[in-house]
């Protein structure tokens, strides 16, 4: 899709969701044959034209002043990152902008940080959410049934979103699963509207569009979510029961690159749960894969040593 038609698909997803009385006004006992705000309404409100906000709803233009799209954010109760992917919208990037497609690497001092985190799970990912680097630890948490090395491999770097929507491990491992799935979309959009010419990034979405229903309804929804920090709950079928809380540090002069770190309570049943796994990681070359099954060539599994 076009800057212009994103910006107008999104406009109207959130009109739709609104009713007159979340806005102040008083409907009228006339039958609306479609749900939400009817356009006039919503310039009312916002006191933009009905011409130039029906033009930005019909995909037939991307641009509008700062002025305007405030006042609509307003009117349609954005919250501050709605707003801020609308304004991603309506302000494409020049044509010309750089926008490479050589594969990304891990810096050396990234690989460095994570790899001194023997204790808690970590990994570096690009804007994509490609794995680029992971410690042992965070490899045997969210992908043990994946060889260790796979992330040296542009051909074979396994995508967290991906794995989260079309590999059946990840829907075991997350309790909540669903939730996770909206907020991974909700991240994503986020991202496809800063970097609407990133080729390999509406390559992915279109593969995801294509082979998952869940990510398909959850995408035309238009869901916008930042999460930088917050709580998963898992069952790993080594470690068993773990919530742990994470954060992410934004890598400086990387092109969107990113740490994530998982970490345990002192003392709670989660950080007796990550010393299992630990063990299980530490033992993986000589008995079996962080699954707990036997695994052929699991020297190349989590936690394998040369």
């Known amino acids: 899709m076009t800057p212009a038609s994103e910006l107008g698909a999104f406009l ?6 609104l009713r007159p009385e979340n806005v102040g006004l008083v409907p009228h006992g006339d039958r609306r044959r479609v749900p939400g705000l009817r356009r006039e309404e919503l310039c009312l409100l916002a006191g933009v034209s009905v011409t130039h906000y029906t033009r930005l709803e019909q995909g037939r233009s991307a641009r509008a002043s700062r002025e305007v799209l405030i006042a609509i954010a307003r009117a349609l109760l954005l919250d501050d990152d709605e707003t801020a992917h609308l304004m991603d919208l309506a302000s494409p990037a020049p044509p010309g902008r750089p926008n490479p497609t050589r594969p990304e690497h891990a810096s050396p001092s990234a690989r460095q ?3 001194a985190m023997t204790h808690i799970p970590a990994l570096v990912l690009d804007r994509r959410n490609d794995v680029l680097a992971w410690n042992e630890l965070g ?11 796979d992330v040296d491999n542009p051909a074979l770097r396994p995508n967290l979103t991906r794995l989260l929507f079309l590999d059946e ?8 699963w669903a939730e996770e799935a909206t907020l991974a979309v909700a991240s994503l959009r986020l991202t496809a509207g800063r970097h609407p010419d990133d080729r390999r990034l509406a390559e992915l979405i279109g593969q995801l569009t294509m082979q998952s229903q869940a990510f398909a309804e959850r995408w035309a929804r238009h869901p916008v979510r930042t999460c930088t920090s917050g709580t998963k709950r898992m069952h790993h079928p080594v470690a068993g029961g773990l919530e742990l809380a994470f954060e992410t540090l934004q890598i400086p002069g990387s092109p969107g690159q990113r740490i994530i770190a998982y970490s345990a309570e002192p003392e709670s049943p989660s950080e007796n749960a990550l010393r299992i796994l630990a063990g299980a990681v530490a033992e993986a070359p000589t008995a079996t894969d962080v699954r707990g099954e036997s695994a052929p060539g699991a020297g190349e599994q989590v936690g394998a040593r040369p």
Do not use: Q
């Not at 109207?12 to 969701?17: C, E, F, Q, T, V």
């Not at 490899?139 to 090395?149: E, N, P, Q, S, V």
């Not at 491990?169 to 909540?176: G, P, S």
């Open 113 to 115: 940080l994570i790899n």
């Open 139 to 149: 490899h045997g948490l969210l992908a043990g049934h994946i060889g260790l090395g």
């Open 12 to 17: 109207k997803s959130r009109r739709g969701a």
């Open 169 to 176: 491990h990840m829907r075991e491992l997350y309790e909540d």
